[in-house]
């Protein structure tokens, strides 16, 4: 049921751009995106709820294909503080949200 | 700006004990849940709670593992009998909407070593 990420891990300079994806097996209705950095807890970025929808957030945003059961994050012009571990979140049915495998990301100077 | 707090921020234990981790969740959420993730790993999920019962729990949530509000104000998670791959950090999040409408709120996690 956990949703797959894919890169495992990136690293990119600064200003690279970057793409996180996250595939599902199930049917979602939603999927949010977190970043956690090393020791801290996941921070909320951004919801999608419908399928189509796109969503920006300063230089990150996201897209969310209901039919293909993706969504990919991406990340422009990524700086310093960009770097963590990415998680999408997908809810399905009843109260069972779960995180996708995680994407490490590092950006260097 | 409300926030989760979790207690304790670090517990050692030896395998075998009885561990509670305390959470007070934002004080107008209604769902509430438990997660955890090994050193490095993937964060996975426990438990949800919501109108004072469990709505959903994963494979992990065994028999060892129980959750409780017990005043209104505080989420507890209880593990029976630690062994040594509980070891890990348990988070605990609320929100206000059913999940999957809404931002998960976590707080900044309660770290496990079973010995």
């Known amino acids: 049921q956990q949703p797959v990420q894919s890169p495992q891990a990136v690293i990119l300079r600064e200003g690279e751009d970057a793409v996180i994806n996250c595939s599902s097996s199930?049917?979602?209705?939603?999927v949010h995106w977190y970043r956690q950095k090393h020791g801290e807890a996941p921070v909320f970025l951004m919801i999608?709820?419908?399928?189509?929808e796109q969503k920006g957030h300063e230089k990150i945003s996201a897209s969310f294909n209901e039919k293909k059961q993706q969504s990919s994050l991406y990340l422009t012009a990524s700086q310093l503080s960009y770097s963590g571990t990415y998680f999408c979140?997908?809810?399905?049915?009843?109260?069972?949200?779960?995180f996708g495998t995680g994407t490490s990301l590092t950006v260097i100077p | 700006e409300p926030e989760v707090t979790q207690t304790p921020s670090h517990q050692v234990t030896q395998m075998g004990q009885e561990v509670i981790l305390r959470c007070v969740p934002i004080?107008?959420?209604?769902?509430f849940y438990w997660y955890r993730q090994i050193l490095g790993q993937k964060v996975e999920f426990l438990v949800s709670?919501?109108?004072?019962?469990?709505?959903?729990k994963s494979e992990i949530f065994d028999d060892q593992f129980s959750v409780e509000r017990p005043d209104g104000s505080n989420f507890t998670l209880k593990i029976r009998s630690t062994k040594l791959e509980d070891s890990a950090m348990y988070f605990c999040?609320?929100?206000?909407?059913?999940?999957?409408?809404?931002?998960?709120?976590f707080g900044e996690g309660s770290r496990l070593t079973v010995l």
């Open positions: 199930k049917a979602l209705y939603s």
């Open positions: 979140g997908t809810a399905n049915t009843g109260n069972q949200f779960y």
């Open positions: 709670f919501y109108n004072n019962e469990i709505s959903e």
């Open positions: 004080s107008n959420h209604l769902y």
């Open positions: 999040a609320s929100s206000s909407d059913r999940v999957g409408t809404g931002e998960l709120f």
């Open positions: 999608l709820l419908k399928g189509g």
